[in-house]
């Protein structure tokens, strides 16, 4: 996996499975974990990664057990308990992020109890690496140059600066029930702005010009060079960055800077028919960063995992010691089950 690639065709809005999505997969201490608890829980992981991250159904279902086997600790000691007001505190941080990052807005809305539950985990991890000893001298075991060092060349191709991209570009949703006045002045409209997009990089100045006539969308003008994850987060359609991106039948206009449309396409993102002109201004070709680049990244990456394996075996040695109470309720997922506790 490319951990900067945005998946732009492959990923779905759910994982749909055949039973329902209420259906009651497992119990941890007699509290039940659904599908929906899963396929939400993954979709979250896929949009706050930015496309980077996707869980499969099981890798998710580890995720809650995690999550209430840490959670039961403060059933049975005080010492793990959560003050009032802890979660939110340590939310914090996250919520100022999205006075810089408007992008991010609504994210926090829609996902703000598995940004609580995060943090939650997390507060109990420094919890039992305050008053665990033996958890503690696992976690904290370090991570040398020569692990680092010998990860990046295993890895080298994954650790690669995405791909940039400077866009001019003009979409609307094309005027299904409009009048036909309405729908020759949005068609005329549109061929003007393809016209004119071939003689000038000011997309936004099109987009002044011609904002009587035409509902664009938000991302409508030219884009700046910018990363396509960043691209993706600012809401540039994933078809209008496939294309960009690799245009396969467009080759003869997008790869040499030519403006492609007026063209009719549907959006995966809301089902719905646009109207789009776009030009390819600047393309920068994904490239492999240098070790000294990544290090202090690999670093970061190789310490998380330790934490994720030390934080997993501590959880399954609490079923195995019949600390927590694990029962699969779908015999589907015994696997996943017989997985996690043999970490």
């Not at 600066?161 to 003009?170: D, K, R, S, T």
Request: glycine share 4%; charged share 25%; with cysteine.
């Amino acid at each position: 996996m490319r951990w900067w690639m945005v998946f732009f065709m492959a990923v779905t809005m759910f994982l749909y499975a055949r039973e329902p999505l209420n259906w009651v997969v497992a119990t941890v201490n007699n509290v039940p974990i659904t599908l929906y608890d899963i396929q939400r829980y993954n979709q979250f992981v896929m949009e706050n990664s930015g496309g980077l991250v996707t869980n499969t159904i099981e890798e998710g279902l580890h995720n809650w057990f995690t999550y209430y086997i840490l959670k039961s600790l403060a059933d049975k000691d005080k010492r793990y308990q959560l003050a009032p007001g802890e979660i939110q505190d340590a939310l914090v941080p996250y919520v100022k992020m999205t006075n810089t990052q408007p992008e991010l807005v609504s994210l926090f809305q829609r996902y703000r109890d598995f940004l609580e539950m995060r943090v939650e985990v997390n507060l109990y991890i420094q919890k039992l690496t305050f008053f665990n000893e033996s958890f503690k001298q696992d976690l904290y075991r370090g991570i040398d140059e020569a692990e680092a060092k010998a990860f990046y060349e295993t890895n080298k191709t994954n650790f690669l600066a995405p791909p940039q991209l400077n866009l001019m570009v003009f979409a609307a949703l094309y005027p299904e029930n409009a009048s036909l006045t309405e729908l020759e002045t949005f068609e005329k409209a549109f061929e003007a702005i393809a016209k004119e997009a071939a003689k000038t990089t000011n997309g936004n100045s099109l987009v002044e010009k011609y904002k009587k006539s035409v509902n664009f969308a938000p991302y409508s003008g030219t884009s700046g060079l910018t990363n396509v994850q960043y691209l993706f987060l600012r809401g540039y359609p994933e078809e209008v960055l496939g294309l960009a991106l690799d245009p396969t039948y467009y080759k003869q206009y997008l790869d040499k800077g030519k403006v492609f449309g007026p063209q009719v396409l549907q959006f995966r993102k809301d089902r719905k028919k646009y109207v789009l002109v776009m030009r390819v201004l600047q393309k920068d070709e994904a490239k492999v960063l240098p070790y000294e680049e990544v290090k202090n990244y690999i670093y970061t990456l190789l310490q998380n995992r330790r934490v994720e394996e030390v934080v997993r075996k501590w959880c399954a040695n609490q079923v195995k010691t019949y600390q927590v109470s694990i029962e699969i309720k779908d015999k589907t997922y015994q696997g996943a089950y017989d997985a996690y506790i043999r970490r």
